[in-house]
C-alpha cells in the first residue's frame, strides 16, 4: 500500500493520505455531540487535556524521529549515487593508464554497466523489482573479470590497477546501497504505529467540550492537516527512486555522456 502511494502522483496521494482523512476527522466533533451531551464533555476538558497533551508529545516525538530518519536515507541515496557516478568517471581517466587493448575493454565494460543501470536498473527499482533485470550486476561482474585477468608487467599499468580496483569497490558498496534503499526506509511495524497514533491523537479531540462546535472542528480539522501532512511527507521519500520525489540517474547519465562511446566517438 505504501509503495502504492509513493509510485503515484503526489495529489493522489494527497487526496488518499491527507483529504479524506480530514474529512471523516471534521465529521468526528458532530457525529460525538450528537451521542454525548455538551455538559458530560466539558467536565473532561480538564483530565481530558493532560491526556492530550502526553499523547501529543509521544507521538510528536515519533513522527519527527520519522521525518528526520526518511529525510537522511533520501539525502544518502543521492550522496551514493553521485559516488557510483564519481567512482565511474574516476575509472574512465585511470584506463587511459592500461595498455589499449585493456584500456578499451575497461571503457565499454563501464560504459555497458552505467547503461544497464540507467535503462533497467532505475526503471526496475521505480516499480520495487530490483532483482529483476540483472544486467547492470552481470556488466559489473565483467569489469572485475577483465581486471583481474590483466597480466601487465609495466610498472604504470602496476600503479594504476590498484586504484582502479579500488574504485570499483566504491561503485560496488554505492550499487548496494542504492538496491538497499530502494526497497524502502520506513520498517514495516512502523506503519501501523504511525497511523494508529494519527487517528488517536486526531479522535482524541472528539471528546472535549466546546460551546463553539464550528471552532471545535476548525481545530480539529487544522490538526488533521498537519498530522497527515507530515505522514505524506514520509511517504513521499520512503522510497527514494519510486515516484515523483526520486533521486534520478542524472549523475550517471552525464558520466556516461561525458566519457562513454557517444562521446568518444565510437559506434
Do not use: C
Not at 146 to 168: G, W
Not at 194 to 221: C, D, H, K, P, Y
Not at 251 to 265: K, N, T
Amino acid at each position: 500500500m505504501i509503495h502504492f502511494l509513493t509510485s503515484h502522483s503526489l495529489w493522489l496521494s494527497a487526496t488518499i493520505v491527507v483529504v479524506l482523512p480530514t474529512l471523516l476527522a471534521a465529521l468526528g466533533p458532530s457525529i460525538v455531540r450528537r451521542y454525548v451531551k455538551l455538559e458530560k464533555l466539558t467536565t473532561n476538558n480538564e483530565i481530558a487535556g493532560f491526556k492530550f497533551a502526553t499523547i501529543g508529545v509521544l507521538y510528536a516525538v515519533l513522527m519527527a524521529f520519522a521525518i528526520i530518519v526518511v529525510w537522511q536515507k533520501f539525502s544518502d541515496a543521492d550522496t551514493n549515487v553521485a559516488a557510483e557516478a564519481a567512482g565511474a568517471a574516476t575509472i574512465y581517466r585511470l584506463s587511459h593508464g592500461l595498455d589499449q587493448q585493456s584500456g578499451a575493454a575497461l571503457r565499454k565494460g563501464m560504459s555497458n554497466y552505467l547503461t544497464a543501470a540507467i535503462n533497467r536498473s532505475w526503471p526496475a527499482m521505480e516499480r520495487g523489482a530490483t532483482d529483476q533485470y540483472p544486467r547492470a550486476r552481470l556488466a559489473l561482474d565483467a569489469i572485475y573479470s577483465t581486471l583481474l585477468s590483466s597480466q601487465s608487467s609495466a610498472s604504470r599499468e602496476t600503479a594504476v590497477l590498484p586504484e582502479i580496483l579500488r574504485q570499483l569497490d566504491v561503485i560496488t558498496l554505492a550499487r548496494n546501497a542504492r538496491l538497499i534503499a530502494a526497497d524502502g526506509i520506513v520498517p514495516g511495524v512502523i506503519w501501523p504505529v504511525l497511523f494508529g497514533g494519527a487517528v488517536v491523537t486526531i479522535v482524541f479531540t472528539f471528546f472535549f467540550g466546546s460551546e463553539n462546535l464550528r471552532a471545535q472542528t476548525a481545530m480539529t480539522v487544522l490538526l488533521s492537516l498537519l498530522i497527515f501532512s507530515e505522514l505524506l511527507i514520509i511517504i513521499a521519500v520512503d522510497y527514494p527512486f519510486t515516484g515523483p520525489i526520486k533521486v534520478e540517474p542524472t549523475a550517471l547519465a552525464r558520466v556516461l555522456a561525458e566519457f562513454g562511446p557517444a562521446a568518444s566517438g565510437a559506434k
